[in-house]
C-alpha cells in the first residue's frame, strides 16, 4: 500500500522560509506525478506544484519564483522549498501522487505564516 507522509510545516514569519517533506512508502516516487496542494480554511484544495516522471515541473501562479519542488529518487522523498513567504501561503499542505486511476494523499502539514 502506497503511504505519503508529510513533514516539515510550522509557523514562519513573513519573508521566511520553510522546506516539506513528503516521504513514500509502498512504491517508487519515479512512477507517479509528484505534487503539492494546499488548502486554507474554508477554501477549495489548490494545486501548488508538480514534479512529473520526467522531473518537469509546474507551478501555481501564486508561487511562481518562491517554491520550489523537488525529489531525491534514492530517499523516495519529494521536496517543497518554500521561500519569501507570505501570510496568504498559510494554509494545510498536502502532498499527492498520481498515476493513471491511482491517486494518493498525505494527511497533510500545517504552514503559518504570521508576525
Known amino acids: 500500500q502506497v503511504q505519503l507522509v508529510e513533514s516539515g510545516g510550522g509557523l514562519v514569519q513573513p519573508g521566511g522560509s520553510l522546506r516539506l517533506s513528503c516521504a513514500v512508502s509502498?512504491?517508487?516516487?519515479?512512477?507517479?506525478?509528484m505534487g503539492w496542494y494546499r488548502q486554507a480554511p474554508g477554501k477549495q484544495r489548490d494545486l501548488v506544484a508538480t514534479?512529473?516522471?520526467?522531473?518537469?515541473?509546474n507551478y501555481a501562479d501564486s508561487v511562481k519564483g518562491r517554491f520550489t519542488i523537488s525529489r531525491d529518487i534514492p530517499k523516495n522523498t519529494v521536496y517543497l522549498q518554500m521561500d519569501n513567504l507570505k501570510p496568504e501561503d498559510t494554509a494545510v499542505y498536502y502532498c499527492?501522487?498520481?498515476?493513471?486511476?491511482?491517486?494518493?494523499w498525505g494527511q497533510g502539514t500545517q504552514v503559518t505564516v504570521s508576525s
Open positions: 514534479i512529473t516522471m520526467s522531473d518537469r515541473t
Open positions: 499527492n501522487a498520481i498515476l493513471g486511476e491511482y491517486n494518493f
Open positions: 509502498g512504491s517508487f516516487i519515479t512512477i507517479f506525478t
